[in-house]
């Protein structure tokens, strides 16, 4: 009986060693992994200043038991089928530079380099429309088009005396009649005198530091801003006069789902339509919709030559 009574005892005094039987667990901090943390949208280059700019809400975003998640969209891959399904990811380590949303021109379509069309140009560098013609950009030539078709070509230095010999972006200012062409970070300035443009005297002019890229294209926006662009998904807007960053940010935060290497923006109907040239390709995007209508075409096809 005393062996059996002590061999209980010593079971007793093991599980409250161990922790066995215990009627209380201790529980340790909990500890969030950073859903809580938000982040605003700013920038180290912005200026202070009312700029309305349309800004995209990313309405793919949503939060799902505190974590921030993203959907996928079907895709299809060169045509033959091969969907993937829609899945949902968490995103939370997304840096800034990532784009989880598709655009337009991810899709697998027509290279123009594999259908040519006769003497039409089938890559461009900048693209802009002017007060008489629209102008394309490709190394040191220049097209001249109106209504789809390419009316002139000429040289860059012919068309555009004193200037660079290659353009990263063009675009023209209705306000002040002025035409500027960007070559790496410098700005020549034109206006038009008897029919030929002529480089205004306070030009070329070196961007300013708070354009922290160099762009790949200027367009005009639908509500007049004028903006670089970079392959990196940057934007500036600038004021070429003053030349003056006036804000910078993402693009894709701004301005959506716009085709990838954009080179330049024909004028804006009174639809909200315009023409989005890319390095080979162009598309139709609609203001109002805030994307793309359709495929893009070819440039060699765009064009009639």
Sequence with gaps: MKTLLILCLLGAGANALFGFGESKTTKGPKISLGSEITIPHTDDDQD??????PFNDPSTTTTKRNRATTTVPVIKVGGIGMDRTRSTMDVRGFTSTMNPRFTAATKRLPSSDRHPSSGCPNRIDAYTFGPD?????????????????????????EEF?????????ALY??????????????????????????LQSVFPKELPSSVGFT????????????ILLSNGGKFALY???WNKSLMTGRTDSY???????????SA??????????????????????????????????FWRC
């Excluded at 005396?161 to 972006?169: A, F, H, K, L, T």
């Excluded at 762009?215 to 004028?226: F, G, I, L, M, S």
């Design 215 to 226: 762009p790949d294209a200027a367009v005009r926006w639908h509500n007049k801003h004028q």
């Design 161 to 169: 005396p004193d200037g660079p010999r290659q353009v990263n972006g």
């Design 133 to 157: 013609f629209d102008y394309a950009f490709y190394e040191s030539t220049v097209y001249k088009t109106s209504n789809n078709r390419i009316a002139h070509v000429s040289s860059l230095s």
């Design 173 to 198: 200012d209705p306000e002040r009649e002025m035409m500027w062409l960007v070559s790496e970070r410098s700005v020549y300035g034109y206006k038009e005198v008897d029919g030929d443009w002529k």
């Design 239 to 241: 004021d070429e006069y």
């Design 48 to 53: 202070t200043g009312e700029i309305v700019i």
């Design 255 to 265: 301005f959506e789902n716009l085709p990838d290497r954009v080179r330049g923006i």
């Design 268 to 301: 804006w109907n009174s639809q909200g339509n315009a023409n989005i040239f890319t390095q080979s390709l162009v598309f139709v995007y609609n203001s109002e919709a805030k994307k793309v209508t359709g495929d893009g075409v070819p440039l060699g096809d």
